[in-house]
Nanobody
Framework: QVQLVESGGGTVQPGGSLRLSCTFS????????LYWYRQAPGNKREWVAS??????????NISDSVKGRFTISKDLAKNTVNLQMSSLKPEDTAVYFC???????????WGQGTLVTVSS
């Protein structure tokens, strides 16, 4: 059974940086596509960034809303997927969720989320 645990959230001033991590517990980290989503109060959950499995060359994609400010990466040795966030804006305030997916196997997992607050 896969479990995902996010960490690294907190309160930061506008213009600041945070690094979120998601630790994947379970087998076969390499075969999953990994995503970061976020959900602000009153809003739908939105996709932020993704990094594909090793079978897809770990291709990364970033939402236009955070492009140039956020980067996604993964550490195969630690089974973590990271979201480096910089030049943070108040509108980045949200709960950030980690998601692991394998469409062919129909396996979908979510973490509990970590809160990021950008405020002066």
């Amino acid at each position: 059974q896969v479990q995902l645990v996010e960490s690294g959230g907190g309160t930061v001033q506008p213009g600041g940086s945070l690094r979120l991590s998601c630790t994947f517990s379970g087998n076969s980290f390499r075969i999953y596509d990994l995503y970061w989503y976020r959900q602000a109060p009153g809003n739908k959950r939105e996709w932020v960034a993704s990094i594909a499995s090793e079978f897809k060359n770990a291709e990364t994609n970033i939402s236009d809303s955070v492009k140039g400010r956020f980067t996604i990466s993964k550490d195969l040795a630690k089974n973590t997927v990271n979201l480096q966030m910089s030049s943070l804006k108040p509108e980045d305030t949200a709960v950030y969720f980690c998601n692991a997916r394998h469409d062919a196997l129909r396996r979908y997992y979510w973490g509990q989320g970590t809160l990021v607050t950008v405020s002066s």
